[in-house]
């Protein structure tokens, strides 16, 4: 196996260095794109002072679809690894993954484990139904790829700044290629109090996310409108709770269901756009091929 491992990364030079070193031990064979972008904390530099670094990539876009989309251009591996810039890959996760793509396996993803107080939290595989689709959904935090795969689906939807693994999943399952699920394929990385929250700013985006790739993936139909909807009661009703219990404002209550009302507004009118745009199974009018200019400066140790 040919290995490329692509690392985005913005802001966070002291966690991507732990990264880097991980990546490092477990996997030294293992060529390693970092595709930083735009990062304002000495990032730069650090990397380039690494001799276990083969590409860095300079980005000017602020989305980890873009970063991901351009770290695969580059990246010259039949099996393509993307892992978070705050994630630490364990030993044996290389093996793991080379044992998956041996068996087969086209796309191979393992658990996240978060460092807590007394021990360490760990994620087990998500599936989902959807119309006759069975999704295994993936972080793109932790997954490799066979490059053909990523061809067909022409990289990872640049339009969304979050979920756009959640959209991969959907479009991979509409190919008909099966997700690997590896236990010892794991990446660590110490976990924050933000963790499982929803920040008041990102609501509007999580929902404009969720209905643009549901109404790309799968038109309009019963099952978008019901997870849709699904998705926003959940929230509304834990907003209201916290309204009641004192943590928040009916104000803010008020104003967290007009971001979430015109997310999904939003959301829908542009994946139906997607839909109309891109036909092909693929489904990514906003993949790798729609433009050539990601990249602003480009360090190859390989030239």
């Known amino acids: 196996m040919d290995l490329s491992v692509v690392v985005p990364t913005l802001n966070g030079r002291e966690r991507l260095a732990a990264s880097l070193d991980s990546v490092a031990s477990a996997a030294p064979d293992a060529e390693v794109v970092v595709v930083n972008g735009p990062s304002a904390d000495g990032t730069t530099g650090m990397v380039r002072d690494r001799d276990d670094v083969d590409v860095l990539v300079e980005i000017a876009a602020r989305n980890v679809n873009v970063a991901r989309n351009a770290g695969l251009e580059v990246a010259e591996g039949d099996v393509i690894a993307f892992l978070g810039y705050d994630h630490r890959i364990e030993s044996g996760w290389r093996e793991a993954i080379a044992d998956a793509v041996d068996d ?128 926003a009661t959940g929230d509304a009703v834990g907003a209201l709770r916290d309204v009641v219990d004192g943590k928040a404002t009916p104000t803010a209550w008020v104003g967290n269901g007009h971001d979430v009302v015109t997310g999904i507004s939003t959301g829908a009118a542009a994946g139906l756009r997607a839909r109309a745009r891109d036909r092909s199974p693929k489904r990514n009018p906003h993949g790798v091929s729609a433009r050539a200019d990601r990249a602003v400066a480009r360090y190859d140790r390989r030239e």
């Open 104 to 231: 087969g396996a086209r796309v191979v993803t393992g658990p996240l484990r978060r460092d807590v107080r007394g021990g360490a939290t760990s994620d087990s595989p998500e599936r989902r139904t959807i119309g006759d689709r069975e999704v295994t959904y993936f972080n793109g935090r932790n997954v490799a790829f066979r490059r053909a795969v990523l061809d067909e689906l022409d990289g990872f939807d640049e339009y969304l700044q979050t979920g756009g693994a959640r959209d991969a999943a959907h479009r991979l399952a509409g190919l008909g290629v099966d997700v690997a699920w590896r236990t010892d394929a794991a990446a660590r990385r110490r976990a924050e109090a933000t963790d499982g929250g929803v920040k008041t700013r990102e609501l509007g985006w999580k929902y404009r996310a969720l209905a643009y790739r549901l109404a790309k993936n799968y038109g309009v139909r019963p099952t978008v409108a019901r997870r849709t909807l699904s998705h």
